[in-house]
């Protein structure tokens, strides 16, 4: 409930790193603790990327692992002068938060509601969002760490903590030193309900889509204007619904335009592009610039440009060649209690770029529900079984050493 108030959100226009100087605040503070509980090398770089080493207690030849959260919110809603409310025991009815009336937590729209009946909830007030995403993952990092080094009777490895900025704008691991980090293995905690493991994402490229329109006083423009606003109008009222984020679900990819900016000489849009299966993304790019062709073609004088980058990769084609990252994950979560749940990310983490990187790296969850809106919400139990399973996953790693 500390961490949320300090506004972390990153800014998906910004060219610096971090995109917003305020997630220092945070990793800051994160460096700060992290020494005061005795790990005399945590820091945070000129970045804002926060490490530290819980040393080693053991004998065996353990590999490095290392636990993984992001510092920074989401740009979807606001994140300045969060009021966390602690809602304790929850009844099982809807949630009306005290500062807009209108923002109301329905069980119809989140059932996991009701595996949380008695449950601590913790909500933002109605105005902003939480930042559960992943100050959950963060503060459960923070804990676990302080418990292994409260409880030497756990046998454990050497254990690397990495605190990232700006994955919401998907520069994570853009500045990540992972030869000073020096760890084999890693997991990151940035998932959702309890007992969710996820070891598959998207893999994702951006596409940008450069019109070029004929300019000329509007006053004299009859036969001669070509508005290259206009024109990115059409191609987006063009996609495909099925080919839509609102119209795909499961393992369907998707391709969705995430901003539009220009004036009538020039318009530019911002697509990402989506699927499981890597090769996909090449379909549906092939897809996008034929029905951009198409629609510039029926304007004489325009023309445009089309321009594709690689985002990040799924982490599954890497996690299959180290099944045991995940299959001790999957024992950790099961010595919690809980009933293991893998799942397929819609969306991608820093773990998709690290895996590729070099460092394999699922995610876990941290019971973070609602994310990237005012209604989010997370379990305090649910926050607890993760420290639980990273603390399972350090034991589990030494004992299989």
Avoid at 301 to 322: C, I, P, S, W
Wanted: glycine fraction near 8%; proline fraction near 5%; hydrophobic fraction near 35%.
């Amino acid at each position: 409930m500390r961490y949320v108030q300090v506004d972390t959100q990153s800014d998906p226009l910004s060219l610096s790193h971090p995109t917003t100087e305020k997630q220092k605040d945070l990793s800051g503070i994160l460096a700060g603790e992290l020494r005061e509980m005795g790990l005399a090398d945590a820091h945070m770089d000129e970045f804002g990327y926060v490490y530290a080493t819980i040393p080693s207690n053991t004998d065996k030849d353990v590999p490095v692992i290392c636990f993984c959260s992001h510092v920074d919110t989401a740009p979807d809603a606001s994140g300045t002068g969060v009021k966390p409310i602690l809602h304790q025991q929850y009844k099982g009815s809807d949630i009306t938060l005290p500062d807009d009336a209108s923002i109301v937590i329905r069980k119809e729209d989140y059932p996991y509601l009701s595996k949380l009946v008695g449950h601590d909830l913790i909500t933002a007030s109605g105005t902003t969002l939480l930042g559960s995403d992943d100050k959950a993952g963060v503060a459960e990092i923070m804990d676990a760490a302080h418990y292994l080094i409260t409880h030497p009777e756990v046998p454990h490895g050497t254990i690397r903590i990495l605190f990232t900025p700006d994955e919401e704008v998907g520069r994570g691991t853009a500045k990540v030193d992972l030869q000073k980090l020096g760890a084999r293995f890693g997991y990151t905690l940035d998932g959702g309900e309890a007992g969710s493991l996820e070891d598959e994402t998207f893999s994702a490229d951006a596409a940008t889509v450069t019109i070029h329109g004929v300019i000329t006083h509007p006053g004299y423009a009859k036969d001669k204007l070509v508005n290259a606003m206009k024109i990115a109008g059409e191609i987006l009222a063009a996609l495909p619904a099925d080919l839509s984020p609102e119209g795909t679900e499961g393992k369907q990819g998707f391709v969705h335009p995430v901003r539009v900016d220009g004036i009538s000489e020039k318009c530019t849009i911002d697509f990402i592009v989506r699927d499981f299966v890597t090769a996909k993304l090449a379909d549906k790019e092939a897809l996008l610039e034929e029905l951009v062709k198409k629609v510039v073609d029926k304007h004489p004088g325009a023309r445009y440009e089309f321009t594709v980058t690689e985002q990040y990769r799924n982490m599954k084609e890497v996690l299959d060649q180290h099944p045991e990252v995940v299959s001790y994950a999957r024992e950790a979560i099961t010595r919690c209690g809980l009933e293991v749940k893998t799942e397929s990310i819609r969306g991608g983490t820093d773990g998709s770029r690290l895996s590729f990187m070099g460092l394999p790296c699922p995610n876990l969850f941290t019971g973070m529900q609602g994310i990237h809106s005012k209604k989010e919400f997370v379990s305090v139990q649910d926050m607890n079984k993760a420290v639980q399973a990273i603390v399972h996953l350090c034991a589990i790693w030494a004992e299989r050493s």
